[in-house]
């Protein structure tokens, strides 16, 4: 007959889930999906393999809850700017800026982990890479989207090309996680936005404006 001490000691190892969790996403933020073994997740997150794979799953189903927890805690600003501002140049400068202050925040993980995490990513992990490429498109075609209702309401030029455009700002985003992650502070990705909003094209008023100072006489009866 069992004894109450060995029945306590072959109890499973009780854990916190959400803090094993935010451990989780910190573990592959700074080191990528591939990188991560199951050994550093363990140490990491603080509990035996059998208990992670009892609470989470495998690696890969891990690693896609990890992914969603990361964009409700921390990767969903650039959506939401998107959505909330009035034009796609005022959604994509306040996501710019807010990515400036979210990539070298203190106490974090440099970067986007969404951005990061595919890197280095073995054909075994296709999909893997694959899942965090669609949701970097995802925000592109936010900004597509946003830049192509400015153009049909003539905030934006008619010959503005919109997915050029979008890529664009899709490749800034992309460039300040990783000089985040090579060292840049916010100071620096902050100079970046200034001189990438510079290539915008000029809104509806600013082209009135502009072309009141060439021709003060313009729309005067």
Same mark, same amino acid.
């Given at each position: !007959?069992?004894?109450?001490?060995?029945?306590?000691?072959?109890?499973?190892?009780?854990?916190?889930?959400?803090?094993?969790?935010?451990?989780?996403?910190?573990?592959?933020?700074?080191?990528?999906?591939?990188?991560?073994?199951?050994?550093?997740?363990?140490?990491? !997150?603080?509990?035996?393999?059998?208990?992670?794979?009892?609470?989470?799953?495998?690696?890969?189903?891990?690693?896609?809850?990890?992914?969603?927890?990361?964009?409700?805690?921390?990767?969903?600003?650039?959506?939401?700017?998107?959505?909330?501002?009035?034009?796609?140049?005022?959604?994509?400068?306040?996501?710019?800026?807010?990515?400036?202050?979210?990539?070298?925040?203190?106490?974090? &993980?440099?970067?986007?982990?969404?951005?990061?995490?595919?890197?280095?990513?073995? &054909?075994?992990?296709?999909?893997?890479?694959?899942?965090?490429?669609? !949701?970097?498109?995802?925000?592109?075609?936010?900004?597509?989207?946003?830049?192509?209702?400015?153009?049909?309401?003539?905030?934006?030029?008619?010959?503005?090309?919109?997915?050029?455009?979008?890529?664009?700002?899709?490749?800034?985003? @992309?460039? #300040?996680? @990783? @000089?985040?992650?090579?060292?840049?502070?916010?100071? !620096?990705?902050?100079?970046?936005?200034?001189?990438? #909003?510079?290539?915008?094209?000029?809104?509806?008023?600013?082209?009135?404006?502009? @072309?009141?100072?060439?021709?003060?006489?313009?729309?005067?009866?």
């Amino acid at each position: !007959m069992a004894t109450k001490e060995t029945k306590q000691r072959g109890r499973p190892r009780s854990f916190d889930r959400e803090t094993a969790l935010e451990q989780a996403i910190r573990s592959f933020w700074e080191q990528g999906y591939e990188a991560t073994s199951i050994s550093d997740l363990t140490r990491t !997150m603080g509990i035996s393999a059998p208990s992670l794979y009892a609470a989470f799953g495998d690696k890969r189903a891990l690693f896609d809850e990890v992914v969603a927890e990361y964009g409700r805690l921390y990767g969903g600003f650039i959506s939401r700017a998107v959505a909330e501002e009035p034009t796609a140049r005022r959604g994509v400068e306040r996501a710019l800026r807010e990515a400036a202050v979210e990539y070298t925040l203190p106490g974090r &993980p440099r970067g986007c982990l969404v951005i990061s995490a595919a890197q280095n990513t073995a &054909p075994a992990s296709a999909e893997v890479a694959e899942s965090l490429r669609e !949701m970097r498109h995802a925000n592109r075609r936010d900004f597509e989207r946003a830049i192509t209702a400015d153009i049909a309401s003539g905030e934006l030029p008619a010959d503005t090309d919109a997915a050029a455009l979008a890529h664009y700002v899709a490749a800034v985003v @992309q460039g #300040m996680s @990783q @000089q985040a992650r090579d060292g840049a502070d916010r100071t !620096m990705l902050e100079a970046l936005v200034e001189l990438a #909003m510079k290539v915008w094209p000029k809104s509806a008023q600013e082209r009135r404006k502009a @072309q009141k100072k060439a021709d003060p006489a313009a729309g005067t009866p």
